[in-house]
Nanobody, 124 residues
Framework: QVQLVESGGGLVQAGGSLRLSCAAS????????MGWFRQAPGKEREFVSG????????YYSDSVKDRFTISRDNAKNTVYLQMNSLKPEDTAVYYC?????????????????WGQGTQVTVSS
């Protein structure tokens, strides 16, 4: 059974940093794309970043480019999202997701597995 478990969320002041983790289990994710999404109250789920597990290609939304970094640790089967220079508008529940086709897709409907989410709150 596939499980994605996020951790690392919390409350931080604007300009601060957080690192989110997504521990994946239940299958081999070598050919998957792992994505990070976020959802703020009253808004649609939004793509943040994605990584192709096998080769490490990455992709970022314009809103987080140059501030966030996605990475993966093959030995730990874990994907990370390092978030720097955080802004109040980054406040949301952040979700980890896995997609089987291997293409980094910003459409959340295309992802097959989801974690439970972790809250990130950035105060001004």
């Amino acid at each position: 059974q596939v499980q994605l478990v996020e951790s690392g969320g919390g409350l931080v002041q604007a300009g601060g940093s957080l690192r989110l983790s997504c521990a994946a289990s239940g299958r081999t994710f070598r050919n998957y794309v792992m994505g990070w999404f976020r959802q703020a109250p009253g808004k649609e789920r939004e793509f943040v970043s994605g990584i192709r597990w096998s080769v490490g290609n990455t992709y970022y939304s314009d809103s987080v480019k140059d501030r966030f970094t996605i990475s993966r640790d093959n030995a730990k089967n874990t994907v990370y999202l390092q978030m720097n220079s955080l802004k109040p508008e980054d406040t949301a529940v952040y979700y980890c997701a896995a997609e089987r086709t291997g293409f980094i897709n910003p459409d959340y409907h295309e992802y097959d597995y989801w974690g439970q989410g972790t809250q990130v709150t950035v105060s001004s």
